[in-house]
């Protein structure tokens, strides 16, 4: 019903700059929200940013200041804007969709590698 596909994912230089897409298609109605959570090697997924419906947002403390989360709706879109890059940022990061009944939709992810 819903497809998500993530992009933008790469490797940057301690201190760099990436943004990461999420498209959405398919049956894109009754929105509660989405997100961008990642997962590290030997670790658990983990929310990273969430934008609402109604456009408020919330992030991880770890990311607080660094990155932004934002939405084109008119496009099923949502972006990641990730600055100051660090190595404990490198993961796999997942777009997710949640519908209003409660429903949970992930994309395939994309990594992101802060290496020097």
């Known amino acids: 019903q819903v497809q998500l596909v993530e992009s933008g994912g790469g490797l940057v230089q301690p201190g760099g700059s990436l943004r990461l897409s999420c498209a959405a298609s398919?049956?894109?109605?009754?929105?509660?929200?989405m997100g961008w959570y990642r997962q590290a090697p030997g670790k658990e997924r983990e929310p990273v940013a969430i934008?609402?419906?109604?456009?408020?947002?919330h992030y991880a403390d770890s990311v607080k200041g660094r990155f932004t989360i934002s939405k084109d709706n008119a496009k099923n879109t949502v972006y990641l804007q990730m600055n100051s890059l660090k190595p404990e940022d490198t993961a796999v990061y997942y777009c997710?969709?949640?519908?209003?009944?409660?429903?949970?939709?992930w994309g395939q992810g994309t990594q992101v590698t802060v290496s020097s």
């Open positions: 398919g049956i894109i109605v009754s929105i509660a929200g």
């Open positions: 934008i609402s419906g109604t456009s408020s947002t």
């Open positions: 997710q969709l949640t519908r209003l009944s409660g429903a949970v939709y």
